[in-house]
T-cell receptor, first 115, second 113 residues
């Protein structure tokens, strides 16, 4: 079965540079989520999209932005990178079931290292 | 506000023994509870969920979880642990009012041969 695809898997950037992460959700899933997981931390919700519109917003810095495109893939853009942005970034997708009861399906993550 | 708490950073059990990983929750609406497992440098894999119905939920790899409304708990259990169960386990909650999922801090399970 198709899973959530994230690219790139690994990314190394310098401080103050810009990075873009891509996510391709499971076919027919209508909701995409972005999470940030720092070393030894639990995943922190950043932002979600439903049918290409922003749905919920979590602890996403103003330096970050995201969007979902017509083919449902999503991109997370991170600018003015800081050392503290080094983390594993997960994308997840789901079907928007009534009452938000559906489980999220996660990609393998993109590891960003800021030097 | 929705949140989950995992009171134990680490759980150690011997192979073949039963295991329990604890989780308590706090939500303002109906609790929709989930367990995920994460292996090193991998994504989170869904194990099981409680939405409604029977309080004992069965999931993947022989895991089950018991929903207890009075204690606001959703502990993950397995009758007989395997060394390959060693991983990081996350409890998560959705309250039906928001479209995100909130995770606990995680519990590292180590199963020793």
């Amino acid at each position: 079965a198709a899973g959530v695809i994230q690219s790139p898997r690994h990314l190394i950037k310098e401080k103050r540079e810009t990075a873009t992460l891509k996510c391709y959700p499971i076919p027919r899933h209508d909701t995409v989520y972005w999470y940030q997981q720092g070393p030894g931390q639990d995943p922190q919700f950043l932002i979600s999209f439903y049918e290409k519109m922003q749905s919920d917003k979590g602890s996403i810095p103003d330096r970050f932005s995201a969007q979902q495109f017509s083919d449902y893939h999503s991109e997370l853009n991170m600018s003015s990178l800081e050392l503290g942005d080094s983390a594993l970034y997960f994308c997840a997708s789901s079907l928007r079931l009534p009452g938000a009861t559906g489980e999220l399906f996660f990609g393998e993550g993109s590891r960003l290292t800021v030097l | 506000a929705q949140s989950v708490a995992q009171p134990e950073d680490q759980v150690n059990v011997a192979e073949g023994n039963p295991l329990t990983v604890k989780c308590t929750y706090s939500v303002s609406g109906n609790p929709y509870l989930f367990w995920y497992v994460q292996y090193p440098n991998r994504g989170l894999q869904f194990l099981l969920k409680y939405i409604t119905g029977d309080n004992l939920v069965k999931g993947s790899y022989g895991f089950e979880a018991e929903f207890n409304k009075s204690q606001t708990s959703f502990h993950l259990k397995k009758p007989s642990a395997l060394v390959s169960d060693s991983a990081l386990y996350f409890c998560a909650v959705r309250d039906g009012l928001r479209n995100d999922m909130r995770f606990g801090a995680g519990t590292r399970l180590t199963v020793k041969p």
